[in-house]
């Protein structure tokens, strides 16, 4: 419930700013289990089950500005409730360098050239 109202803070905050909000997807959730003991010495068929689930949303968002992410991302961390965990992942496009851009195989080099014998 907290996640939710959550992201959907999130995203409206970045539709506020401007931001493309590309997707909004729900990974799966992570449940960790641990059995325990009642007692120390005896009653061992006496046990205590403890869960633990988290829950996570990834929120992807396209073509941001360096300073429009420092904004968004500040406004976003500062609001953050309580028991809810962030994580940031920037990925960048860059031009591809000139000598990759044209496969080899359709480049003429004379060491490919076979010799007559």
Known sequence: ???????????LAAKELNITVDKVNEPTRKIDRLTLLKSIHIFKKHRV???MRTHYRCIE?????GSTADVYLEYIQRNLPEGVAMEVTKTMLKKLPDHLREPIWNSDSPQDEEKPV
């Open 49 to 51: 089950q403890y869960e």
């Open 1 to 11: 419930m907290v996640l939710d109202s959550y992201e959907y803070f999130a995203t």
């Open 61 to 65: 968002l396209k073509h941001l500005t």
